[in-house]
Structures are given as structure tokens and as C-alpha cells.
Nanobody
């Protein structure tokens, strides 16, 4: 069964950078992570989970307006890993960051809506001085 594990979170000062990783494992067929669209979501205390970014199986990407120009999503198919590079971090970026995946081969489309079938456990990102 597909499992997603996030890492790379931590405490960073405003203006700082972090790189989050989402490693997938447990594939039961030849359809590895490259056949899945992947999204990064975040949830601040007391707020609803919101989409930050996503990447399709053909490399298409999308970003929430709040992170455009600061966050970059990418994937390494050999490592079954999706990354979220975050720069210019702000206190409002604080929250638990989750990656999520859904099987969607050969599609240029991804979504930052929480319509994914598999979710990781999350990694905490705190932006504070």
C-alpha cells in the first residue's frame, strides 16, 4: 500500500528557506510515484487545510497565489520523491505541511484542492524570529 513520508520541516526565521521532501513507498505494481499527481498542503492552527502547490505526472505545476514566486515544487522519479523548495518564508507560512498523491498517469493536470486519495502524516514548519 502506498505510503507517503514528509520530512524537512523545522524552525526558520522570516526570510529563510526550507526544502521539504515527500518520499513514496509501498507500491504494489510497476506504477511508481511518476504515475501519481502530488500535492503539498498546509494547515495552520485553527485553520482549514489549504493547498500550496501540486505537480502533475507530466510535470505541470500549480501554486496558490500566496506562495507563487517563493515556493517551487519538483519531483525526482528515480527516488520516488517530490520536493517543495520554500524561500522568503513568512510567519503566515507556519503550519503542518502534508503531501498527498493520487493515481493520474499521463495527465498535465494537477490540483491544489484536497482531492487526493493518499496522504502523509505531515511535517511541522514554523517561521518565527
Amino acid at each position: 500500500q502506498l505510503q507517503l513520508v514528509e520530512s524537512g520541516g523545522g524552525l526558520v526565521e522570516p526570510g529563510g528557506s526550507l526544502r521539504l521532501s515527500c518520499v513514496a513507498s509501498g507500491f504494489t505494481s510497476a506504477y511508481t510515484l511518476q504515475y501519481y499527481m502530488v500535492g503539498w498542503f498546509r494547515q495552520a492552527p485553527g485553520k482549514e487545510r489549504e493547498g500550496a502547490s501540486c505537480i502533475s505526472t507530466t510535470g505541470g505545476t500549480d501554486y496558490a497565489d500566496s506562495v507563487k514566486g517563493r515556493f517551487t515544487i519538483s519531483r525526482d522519479t528515480r527516488k520516488n520523491t517530490v520536493y517543495l523548495e520554500m524561500h522568503g518564508l513568512k510567519p503566515e507560512d507556519t503550519g503542518v505541511y502534508y503531501c498527498a498523491a493520487s493515481f493520474n498517469p499521463r495527465s498535465p493536470i494537477c490540483t491544489i484542492l484536497p482531492r487526493y486519495t493518499k496522504w502523509g502524516q505531515g511535517t511541522q514548519v514554523t517561521v518565527s524570529s
